[in-house]
């Protein structure tokens, strides 16, 4: 099965982001607006079992992080994805680095960009449009990140909450 691990926004920004999404994200219905923490990976029911043990034990030596988005960026000529990004903080950043050294699959395949994704697979056409949109409406959101979650992917292609853990370094 596939597992991931995410940051859920609040309600507020997840509800910014999907004004965008529902037009210009096919991935709408799969999975709610997140930070993506560690990428997609396959483990099987034992293994897994391991995997939340060691995440509890990364969210305890973790404290709550800040979630800053201040711009809207896009990782053409790459990808025509367009996403809010994430400023990273030393909070963010340790946790990532605990997420993906000298744990499950640690390998990564891409530098870690934090971003909640807006919008992808647009023509080239498309994502000029939108980009300099959104970029003219501009983003400003801050919150308190306190807890992270393990999903699963479903036989139809979306997400839901394996197990969800608190950041909690005072634990």
Do not use: C
Not at 110 to 123: C, G, K, N, S
Request: glycine share 2%.
């Amino acid at each position: 099965m596939k597992y991931g691990i995410v940051a859920f926004p609040t309600k507020k920004l997840q509800d910014l982001a999907n004004s965008y999404r529902k037009r210009y994200d096919p991935h709408y219905a799969l999975i709610t607006p997140h930070m993506t923490l560690k990428e997609a990976f396959e483990a099987n029911d034992q293994e897994i079992e391991e995997v939340a043990k060691a995440l509890k034990e990364i969210t305890i030596k973790n404290e709550p992080f800040e979630l800053n988005v201040t711009k809207v960026s896009s990782f053409a000529p790459t990808t025509n994805t367009i996403y809010f990004k994430v400023t990273p903080n030393d909070e963010l950043l340790d946790l990532h680095k605990d997420l993906n050294s000298d744990f499950y699959h640690a390998e990564s395949n891409y530098a870690f960009v934090p971003h909640i994704t807006i919008a992808q697979d647009l023509t080239s056409g498309e994502h000029d449009d939108v980009i300099n949109q959104m970029k003219m409406v501009g983003v400003d959101h801050s919150e308190v990140i306190d807890r992270i979650h393990l999903l699963y992917q479903l036989d139809d292609g979306s997400w839901t909450v394996y197990e969800t853990f608190r950041l909690d370094r005072d634990a």
